[in-house]
T-cell receptor, first 115, second 109 residues
């Protein structure tokens, strides 16, 4: 496997469910990101991890809980979501977070539908 | 706050013609600019980048132009092909990437 891999590619869940999105990068990068992509809107940065430490949390509701057990894996735990949380969730990685090293490589995304 | 906007949400071009996608940004301190391409069902893919100390950079069939005076960025695609049909995003980089909302490019046969 190469690049950034996201699973599942599609997820449908009810508002009371608990589910998780998984991301794995095979690039040897030190930083990983979660973005939300909604229709007709710019990509929204949710979380940034650098060397497994969270360095950015862009006012994301607590029903989204990230986890970065090591520099190659990133999870997004989902709990009691709302229908407006339906979107494409993109994971990305970069060599680092400093300017010049933070060009992103994206995964294909996890399409989430909340009923 | 920082913002990045594309001039047109959609653009249709004939196969073989050149395409120009434009982008405006607000943060004059941005020092790095990137164009991404997102095909249906895929994540954004890096196309080309340019640093703020340059005004033009060429790749394979693509050229990025940067005008810092008017804070404008453009992506030119030469001899547009059906495989170029996608959503194109510009992004500016300072401490983090700030993305525009994207232009859907459709290549007509």
């Amino acid at each position: 496997e190469t690049g950034v891999t996201q699973t599942p590619r599609h997820l449908v869940m009810g508002m009371t469910n608990k589910k998780s999105l998984k991301c794995e990068q095979h690039l040897g990068h030190n930083a990983m990101y979660w973005y939300k992509q909604s229709a007709k809107k710019p990509l929204e940065l949710m979380f940034v991890y650098s060397l497994e430490e969270r360095v950015e949390n862009n006012s994301v509701p607590s029903r989204f809980s990230p986890e970065c057990p090591n520099s190659s894996h990133l999870f997004l735990h989902l709990h009691t979501l709302q229908p407006e949380d339906s979107a494409l969730y993109l994971c990305a990685s970069s060599q680092g977070t400093e300017p010049g090293a933070n060009v992103l490589t994206f995964g294909a995304g996890s399409r989430l539908t909340v009923l | 706050g920082e913002s990045v906007g594309l001039h047109l949400p959609t653009l249709s071009v004939q196969e073989g013609d050149n395409s120009i996608i434009n982008c405006a940004y607000s943060n004059s301190a941005s020092d790095y600019f990137i164009w991404y391409k997102q095909e249906s069902g895929k994540g954004p893919q890096f196309i080309i980048d340019i640093r703020s100390n340059m005004d033009k950079r060429q790749g394979q069939r693509v050229t990025v132009l940067l005008n810092k005076t008017v804070k404008h960025l453009s992506l030119q695609i030469a001899a547009t092909q059906p495989g170029d049909s996608a959503v194109y995003f510009c992004a500016t980089l300072r401490r983090q990437l700030t993305f525009g909302s994207g232009t859907q490019l459709t290549v007509l046969p």
